[in-house]
């Protein structure tokens, strides 16, 4: 699976982002995927995830009611709407392919875009 990221930027504090990503390579209606963001000097952390079928979500508890996780199968893409952005949402983020909550169980990465989030 090959997957491209894309849509980061540079926001106010509570404005909004939508970070996309692009996947080729297997049939990506039948796989589950993963957003991950990491910050300078921070590790990876999980941000969201959703399943095949787009029925179920999860979310880290740090951006959950802020961030929502979307995929449309037809377009082979999955999204992260960023709302109420705050300082500490800066970091690269990188989509991937796999489930639960650590980056062990993901195993195609895509190349991190970058959000940062003025103050």
């Known amino acids: 699976v090959q997957l491209q990221a894309s849509g980061g930027g540079l926001v106010q504090a509570g404005g909004s982002l939508r970070v996309s990503c692009a996947a080729s390579?297997?049939?990506?209606?039948?796989?589950?995927m993963g957003w991950f963001r990491q910050a300078p000097g921070k590790e990876r952390e999980f941000v969201a995830n959703i399943v095949w079928s787009g029925k179920n979500t999860y979310y880290a508890d740090s951006v959950k009611g802020r961030f929502t996780i979307s995929r449309d199968n037809a377009k082979n893409t999955v999204y992260l709407q960023m709302n109420s952005l705050k300082p500490e949402d800066t970091a690269s983020y990188y989509c991937?392919?796999?489930?639960?909550?650590?980056?062990?169980?993901?195993?195609?990465w895509g190349q991190g875009t970058q959000v940062t989030v003025s103050s």
């Open positions: 390579g297997r049939t990506f209606s039948t796989l589950d």
């Open positions: 991937a392919q796999g489930n639960g909550r650590s980056w062990s169980g993901y195993h195609y």
